[in-house]
């Protein structure tokens, strides 16, 4: 990974590194919660299916065309927050700000779509042939969001740390 990527600990003592980053979203199956914002201002959020590449930091994520995440995000120049986060102890989550823009490039966006599939869709489910058929036919569109910094937390430190602290949440 770049050593040009701003990461930043979400507490102080439990951020992770950025091979921690990007192993967390590489292995989750968590959506991406993605943050717009709509034309009067207010902010939307809206869980996408992603794929990140750890070789160039960026994520992708499809949507169709006309909905609103799509509609804000060209509205904005592109401005977008995410977050990628477990909801088991110990909670982990990486979140940021970046910038989305299309992929135009046909053959790029079936391959993303294909690889965002297959992290959620088994294979050979009618899903993923719909959602790679709707991506050709234009239906939908692949989002490439570029970075500018990452805020990672990994509670599991503070088990390390205090191994107390293993039964301190419900769960």
Same mark, same amino acid.
């Given at each position: 990974m770049s050593n040009k990527m701003k990461t930043f600990e979400g507490l102080e003592g439990i951020g992770m590194s950025e091979r921690g980053i990007s192993k967390f979203l590489k292995e989750s199956k968590s959506t991406l919660n993605l943050g717009t914002i709509n034309s009067d201002g207010s902010p939307i959020i809206h869980p996408v299916w992603y794929y990140y590449d750890s070789k160039t930091m960026r994520i992708y994520f499809y949507t169709e065309p006309a909905?609103?995440?799509?509609?804000?995000?060209?509205?904005?120049?592109?401005? *977008?927050?995410?977050? *990628?986060?477990?909801?088991?102890?110990?909670?982990?989550? *990486?979140?940021?700000?970046?910038?989305?823009?299309?992929?135009?490039?046909?053959?790029?966006a079936l391959s993303l779509g294909r690889k965002i599939l297959t992290r959620y869709v088994r294979k050979g489910r009618p899903l993923m042939k719909y959602a790679v058929d709707k991506i050709r036919a234009g239906g939908y569109v692949i989002f490439e969001i570029t970075p500018a910094y990452f805020t990672s937390w990994d509670f599991g430190k503070f088990v390390q740390q205090d191994p107390s602290m293993r039964n301190s949440v419900i769960s």
């Amino acid at each position: 990974m770049s050593n040009k990527m701003k990461t930043f600990e979400g507490l102080e003592g439990i951020g992770m590194s950025e091979r921690g980053i990007s192993k967390f979203l590489k292995e989750s199956k968590s959506t991406l919660n993605l943050g717009t914002i709509n034309s009067d201002g207010s902010p939307i959020i809206h869980p996408v299916w992603y794929y990140y590449d750890s070789k160039t930091m960026r994520i992708y994520f499809y949507t169709e065309p006309a909905l609103k995440k799509a509609i804000n995000i060209k509205e904005r120049g592109g401005m *977008v927050y995410f977050d *990628v986060d477990s909801d088991k102890w110990p909670y982990k989550g *990486v979140k940021g700000r970046g910038s989305a823009k299309i992929i135009s490039d046909q053959d790029m966006a079936l391959s993303l779509g294909r690889k965002i599939l297959t992290r959620y869709v088994r294979k050979g489910r009618p899903l993923m042939k719909y959602a790679v058929d709707k991506i050709r036919a234009g239906g939908y569109v692949i989002f490439e969001i570029t970075p500018a910094y990452f805020t990672s937390w990994d509670f599991g430190k503070f088990v390390q740390q205090d191994p107390s602290m293993r039964n301190s949440v419900i769960s």
